[in-house]
């Protein structure tokens, strides 16, 4: 279920199983009102209204077409109204939501050299963008035009919280930026350009 935080609403994530609280690689948002959570080798199917989880499904068995050496996954962002990118080490997959089936692995392409072919996190920002991040180091892929942007850093927001110094997943709802790291959440009013009060959280919490 979504929760009151002032004028900002935020999504109750307490409900995923008890693993996923400890880390969470990768959320978006599937066929309404579920999302897509992932968390080592296993994912979930989440009611974002609702706050309750399916029960955790192995991804080699839920995904037509899973690469027997993806063991876990680095992110899972939004493409467009039918695909997902789904990214490991070494290059990522066209999900296609329909079929719910991935296509071969692709290269990276277009990442800086000392990122070597990874990513931690990529979380669609708008309807042209999607920002790629690497510690706490991130870079902008401008759909448009398929370009990359030069890169830039999370630790340059205001209030960025110190010990972060990496990020293990994250996803855009309704406005609201969500980042992941261990057991933790961080949520950004994107329109504010502000963290949320009382975060970072649990994301086990309420």
């Not at 290269?107 to 999607?130: C, L, S």
Request: aromatic share 14%; net charge negative; with cysteine.
């Amino acid at each position: 279920m979504a929760v009151q935080k002032g004028a900002v609403r935020t999504i109750d994530w307490s409900g995923l199983p008890t693993a996923f609280h400890q880390r969470i690689d990768g959320i978006a948002e599937f066929i309404s009102p579920y999302a897509m959570v992932m968390s080592g080798p296993n994912m979930v199917l989440y009611d974002l209204k609702r706050g309750t989880s399916s029960k955790p499904m192995a991804l080699r068995d839920s995904i037509a077409n899973w690469p027997a050496t993806w063991k876990q996954v680095s992110d899972i962002v939004e493409y467009d109204d039918s695909t997902n990118l789904i990214f490991s080490d070494g290059g990522y997959l066209w999900f296609d939501l329909p079929s719910t089936s991935v296509s071969e692995v692709t290269p990276f392409e277009g990442f800086p050299v000392e990122w070597k072919g990874t990513v931690d996190a990529a979380v669609r920002w708008d309807g042209d963008h999607i920002w790629f991040i690497k510690g706490t180091t991130y870079i902008d892929w401008q759909l448009s035009d398929d370009t990359m942007s030069e890169e830039d850093d999370l630790r340059l927001w205001p209030d960025w919280p110190e010990p972060w110094v990496s990020v293990d997943g994250a996803c855009q709802i309704d406005g609201i930026l969500y980042l992941f790291r261990g057991s933790e959440q961080l949520a950004y009013d994107i329109q504010a350009q502000r963290f949320l009060p009382g975060f970072p959280r649990a994301i086990a919490s309420r």
